[in-house]
């Protein structure tokens, strides 16, 4: 320890001060009793997810249609937000929703008017909604 160094609290540097809580064990059983047993550890998309997401993204960005992308990660949700010019909102948002799982599903997409424009348990069909083609009208 050097000479400036010193053990003591100082107005600069408090004391260190230990405060008793609740462990992640106890929160859990307190989160059991209402039927929430969240942990604290993000909700992510796993590889094969990701890689859906990534096949869709790059098909657009080929297409011109999208050319930025932000991943969100929270404790109740994942968030894969497409965009066309990075200092814009996001033109559709890909949710996954475990808290959802079991009643509508935990995926979502949500268009930037807050419209869900799909909802469902497997991802792949969810965002079949934004990978549809053109189609072709009047040909006789």
Known sequence: ????ETTEPSPSRPALVVVAGAGRAQRGEQNRGRGEARSSAPVSFDRRELNMLFNLYGAKVAAG?????????????AVFSVFRRSSEAPLYRIE????????????AVIAATGLVMR???DLARVIRV??????LVGAE
């Open 1 to 4: 320890m050097a000479e400036s």
């Open 65 to 77: 249609e999208w050319r930025d992308y932000a991943l969100d990660f929270t404790p109740a949700k």
């Open 96 to 107: 996954k929703n475990p808290e959802l799982a079991r009643r509508q599903g935990a995926y």
């Open 119 to 121: 909802r469902g348990h």
């Open 130 to 135: 934004l990978d549809r083609g053109l189609k």
